[in-house]
């Protein structure tokens, strides 16, 4: 996806860092940023961008940061929902 980078104003490609199908059969973009980022001017305009895409596809679009991702179990779930959704 592309988003106008607001510190050069020019456009810029983007991809987030995971594209993923849940258990449910929904699909949802996957963004990790370290905490530190997160109100970066470019990972906020880049969150827009995919925000926008997700909502015109049907997608879910999540950020999370660095320190969520150490301190909890969210990898592990979204593997769980992967393998469950290739044995359904």
Same mark, same amino acid.
């Given at each position: 996806m592309i988003y106008i980078d607001p510190e050069s104003r020019r456009i810029r490609q983007y991809y987030p860092d995971f594209f993923a199908e849940m258990s449910d059969g929904t699909?949802?973009?996957?963004? $990790?940023? =370290? %905490? %530190?980022?997160? @109100?970066?001017? $470019?990972?906020?305009?880049k969150a827009e961008?995919?925000? @926008?895409?997700? $909502?015109?596809? =049907? $997608? @879910?679009?999540?950020?999370y940061a660095g320190s969520v991702i150490m301190k909890s179990r969210i990898l592990e779930t979204v593997d769980s929902a992967y393998q469950a959704s290739l044995i359904d």
């Open positions: 699909y949802e973009l996957i963004e $990790v940023k =370290g %905490d %530190d980022k997160i @109100e970066d001017s $470019v990972v906020i305009a961008a995919a925000r @926008e895409m997700a $909502v015109a596809s =049907g $997608v @879910e679009y999540k950020m």
